[in-house]
């Protein structure tokens, strides 16, 4: 044979079959099965390496037995409406018992069919979506379990590494062993994301798409809701409802196929159209009563516990009225813009700074309202500003202004304690007051004018500025701040004699507070805006309970009320009947110097409500820009239209009241020659005793008027035996 001859095959085969009859020495062998053990071996420390690694930031088996997705809070009115949420998600979280059993079945046959038989991974699953993957050519069908699923949105990223499915199926495991079946589907049914308006669970999808809660969906909706779970934003009801559909369609045949619906069923919910109506976007009410409500949970339970913890938070507030008082509100200040001709309104402002993402502060006209059960001290209603976007600063909390003419009664309170009477004399005449600077005080009215001798009820009632001084003068000043203190005012007074006409400054929520002491008998309470605050599942963390102290007689109490009345019926709030409010109640203005603050506060048996109007920077309003104009306009048009079909409620005369005839020039007991006589109330033992002394009855007067006048006087003092309303 040639070198270059190659071996024919017969020579070949003859070769190979000489090699494998060739025995194979004992130590090839070995060295064989050693090398395919050290690799098994290495491969499977690889492998181990490789689960340590991906599973060193999982979450412990401690930490998996306390899983708690984030859960909104929510702050409910006083009558149960929602009024706002808290959250980092849009999750409400509900019990599987009230979730509907088909939507429960939609969701189970469409996403995981066999959830009650696999331990966490759907081994059977995975091959079955393999092979349709590879069949088709593209990922058509995913294999993840609900649990999962689960998984995945509570401790892992989003994205589709091999890494990551790894650490999933690891942590579905580890679920299983932590939890039973139906506890991982309640997490899962509350933790699924629903995309549109950040909604994550089954209450949230529902209200978000539906404008109902879970429980109250019927199947044609529910369906729709198991399909979005898909592709949350590819099959959104709300902007594809043609594909949302055809996702329903989908679910219902997945639910024939396994025996949860009939074929007949599908059809007819499948036939059934959605009128799409998503809860509408709450109109924002209360915002700056809202802001109040966060802070104090921020302050007291923490960021985290606010937004992720769930709490239930029960407040005080009327939907009613504070939508009543915010219409009131924002109209009457329109109106005061457009006849005002200020330099800067909210419409010219709100067209400046529309795209500014920081606007300047606000430089149009202002101001505050809140409303409080004057019994219970819980606000009802506040508003404090007209736009939050544009300043979070609340003129009813935060904001101390000078309260003005609105301080008087704490004045007339102090000096009724100490003797003095609705029918006593005060001089309206020019007073001049040392200070104890160089210039003398030379207090004046706001009309200019004097009036000579005035009642003390006709003083307070016109809100007259010199008999004021003049009192303060003769009671001193320790008394009147003592008694503003003592029912509710909390800022630092000036010990000055002008404080008889409101120097110094303080809040609204003071001096409403204050007022609330003359609604309820003389009793004062404290503000209270939340009732009570749970956590989700309904085990109480905090409870409010009415605070109340008597800080003035009765009696006198009743003598302040009634004066304050008659200021509400004749005096400086007498406009109060041209806006439609007829009721028993009491109030008083409030005008500073140079008319920068503008207040009335009024109140019933039941509710005290108080106004401000002015601008944040302390300049003028206008000529004549009283708090009769520029606040009690809101207060009587809230006050009606919240009031209009609710029964009447009386103050009630206290027993120690008696009732007298007086003449109305000197204050003491009237006569026949007594030319003004009015009847007038005192605290039983205070009542004057004099007749008067100004009108004595002559030689010439007629026989018949002074029989007539004393049958008037013992009618008078009669009617002490029963509780009548007072003057009006």
């Known amino acids: 044979m040639h070198e270059n001859q190659q071996p024919t095959r017969s020579n070949s085969t003859g070769l190979v079959k000489r090699l494998l009859s060739r025995r194979i020495p004992p130590r090839v062998v070995r060295g064989f099965f050693l090398a395919l053990v050290i690799a098994i071996g290495l491969a499977a420390g690889a492998g181990w390496v490789a689960l340590r690694a991906l599973s060193r930031d999982l979450p412990s088996p401690a930490r998996l037995q306390t899983i708690r997705p984030p859960s909104k809070t929510l702050i409910f009115a006083a009558n149960g409406d929602t009024l706002h949420e808290f959250y980092t998600q849009n999750r409400v979280i509900v019990p599987l018992e009230q979730i509907p059993e088909g939507l429960i079945r939609a969701v189970i046959d469409t996403e995981d069919r066999r959830f009650y038989q696999h331990y966490g991974v759907d081994l059977g699953g995975i091959l079955r979506a393999v092979f349709v993957n590879v069949k088709q050519g593209r990922t058509a069908q995913g294999a993840s379990t609900l649990t999962q699923q689960l998984a995945r949105s509570l401790f892992l990223t989003p994205d589709k590494s091999w890494a990551r499915k790894i650490r999933e199926v690891l942590l579905a495991l580890q679920i299983e062993r932590t939890y039973t079946k139906d506890e991982i589907l309640e997490m899962y049914l509350n933790t699924i994301y629903f995309g549109h308006g950040g909604a994550y669970g089954v209450e949230s999808g529902a209200r978000t798409f539906f404008g109902r809660g879970v429980a109250e969906l019927k199947p044609e909706e529910y369906t729709m809701l198991a399909g979005i779970l898909a592709n949350p934003g590819y099959y959104s009801p709300i902007h594809h409802l043609d594909r949302a559909y055809q996702r329903r369609a989908v679910v219902l045949r997945s639910m024939v196929h396994e025996g949860d619906l009939t074929a007949a069923e599908a059809d007819s919910i499948g036939h059934i159209e959605i009128r799409i109506t998503p809860e509408a976007e709450r109109q924002r009410i209360a915002p700056y009563f809202m802001e109040t409500v966060r802070q104090y949970l921020e302050k007291n339970y923490g960021v985290e516990q ?179 203190h003592r029912m509710g005012i909390t800022s630092k007074l000036p010990d000055v004699y002008s404080i008889a006409l409101g120097a110094g400054e303080a809040s609204l929520i003071e001096l409403v507070t204050a007022y609330s002491t003359f609604a309820d008998r003389g009793i004062r309470t404290r503000p209270i805006f939340i009732e009570r605050i749970t956590n989700n599942r309904g085990e109480i963390l905090e409870e409010s309970h009415p605070y109340q102290e008597e800080v003035l007689d009765e009696r006198i109490n009743y003598l302040m009320v009634d004066m304050m009345r008659t200021a509400l019926k004749e005096g400086t709030g007498r406009s109060a009947k041209a806006y439609g409010w007829d009721r028993d109640s009491a109030g008083k203005t409030g005008t500073t110097d140079r008319n920068t603050d503008a207040w009335f506060i009024g109140y019933t048996p039941d509710m005290v409500c108080g106004v401000w109007v002015g601008f944040d920077d302390k300049i003028s309003m206008g000529r004549r820009k009283t708090g009769a104009v520029m606040a009690l306009p809101i207060w009587a048009r809230t006050m009606t239209e919240y009031w209009a079909d609710a029964p009447e409620s009386h103050f009630v005369r206290p027993e120690g009241i008696v009732q007298r005839l007086v003449c109305a020039q000197s204050g003491q007991l009237a006569t026949a020659a007594c030319p003004q006589v009015h009847e007038e109330i005192f605290v039983e033992g205070m009542a004057p005793t004099r007749r008067c002394e100004l009108h004595q009855p002559g030689a010439d007067t007629v026989h018949d008027r002074t029989n007539d006048f004393e049958a008037l006087d013992r009618q008078s003092q009669h009617s002490d035996e029963f509780g009548g309303g007072g003057l009006h």
């Open 306 to 484: 606010l937004y992720e913890e769930g709490l239930r938070v029960y407040t005080t507030l009327d939907p009613r009225l504070q939508r009543i008082a915010e219409a009131n509100f924002e109209a009457h200040l329109l109106k005061r813009e457009e006849q005002g001709n200020y330099e800067m309104t909210r419409a010219r402002y709100d067209s400046l700074y529309a795209d500014s993402e920081e606007k300047p502060r606000t430089t149009y006209l202002q101001g505050a309202l809140l409303a409080m059960d004057a019994r219970t001290g819980e606000i009802r209603a506040m508003i404090g500003g007209r736009d939050f976007d544009a300043s979070h600063w609340n003129r009813a909390t935060q904001a101390k202004r000078q309260p003005g003419s609105i301080f008087k009664p704490f004045l007339y309170t102090a000096a009724i304690e100490r003797g003095w009477t609705p029918a006593d004399i005060l001089l309206d005449s020019p007073v001049e007051v040392d200070t104890g600077s160089d210039e003398l005080w030379r207090p004046v009215n706001f009309d200019e004018t004097f009036r000579g001798s005035v009642t003390v009820r006709f003083a307070l009632a016109n809100s007259i500025n010199i008999p004021a001084v003049r009192l303060i003068l003769k009671i001193g000043t320790e008394p009147v701040l003592e008694v503003a």
